[in-house]
């Protein structure tokens, strides 16, 4: 089914502890967004990529890394993981085309990270 | 800086009692607003777009309207499976247009 992939979906880190979360879209969409979601704040944006080879901050970026691989695929790292970081991370695409209902503005299923 | 609120936080209605969710937003030249639907543990479900103020959005029973500071979120003789988290969003334009999104409203609706 074409949409947004992400992996993991649950993983759980030790303080100190790195890891990467995957994002791929199969939509041909040139633009790319991390989110992260959190009881009571709603979701704020990480980083994004506007098209592929570019990448910018977004509202909390202190702690993140991104790599836009490809126009398909966008990774966010945690050098250092952080109680602070345990959070549900949401991938999302979307299409330059207004014509889209939304110009397919997709999110992924989440991965629910747990940080101790 | 452009906000995004949303009221209730929480709301509980019975089987086919009709009610409304608010969003209002301060955000220099709307250039969309949107709602989406979030079910536990899974990403962001999209419902509908509005551009501009007057534009009204139907899909079953759900209806949403817009006005120049706030939308609406209508539901009309809500069942069980209306229950969910609904979010709405505004476009950032200068942040590669990223959705700038309120704290949502956890709906229950119970037979």
């Known amino acids: 089914n074409a949409g947004v992939t992400q992996t993991p979906k649950f993983q759980v880190l030790k303080t100190g502890q790195s890891m990467t979360l995957q994002c791929a879209q199969d939509?041909?969409?040139?633009?790319m967004y991390w989110y992260r979601q959190d009881p009571g704040m709603g979701l704020r944006l990480i980083y994004y990529s506007a098209s592929e080879g570019t990448t910018d901050k977004g509202e909390v970026p202190n702690g993140y890394n991104v790599s836009r691989l490809n126009k398909r695929e966008f990774s966010l790292r945690l050098e250092s993981a952080a109680p602070s970081q345990t959070s549900v991370y949401f991938c999302?695409?979307?299409?330059?085309?207004?014509?889209?209902?939304?110009?397919?503005?997709?999110f992924g299923s989440g991965t629910r990270l747990t940080v101790v | 800086e452009d906000q995004v609120t949303q009221s209730p936080e929480a709301l509980r209605l019975q089987e086919g009692e009709s009610s409304s969710l608010n969003c209002s937003y301060t955000v220099s030249g709307l250039r969309g607003l949107f709602w989406y639907r979030q079910d536990p543990g899974k990403g962001p479900e999209f419902l509908f777009t509005l551009y501009s103020a007057g534009e009204e959005k139907e899909k079953e029973r759900l209806k949403a309207t817009l006005t120049k500071k706030e939308s609406f979120l209508h539901i009309t003789a809500p069942k069980p499976e209306d229950s969910a988290t609904y979010l709405c969003a505004v476009w950032q334009p200068n942040s590669g247009y990223a959705l700038n999104f309120g704290k949502g409203t956890s709906l229950l609706v119970t037979p």
């Open positions: 999302a695409s979307r299409s330059a085309i207004r014509q889209a209902p939304n110009y397919g503005y997709t």
């Open positions: 939509m041909n969409h040139n633009s």
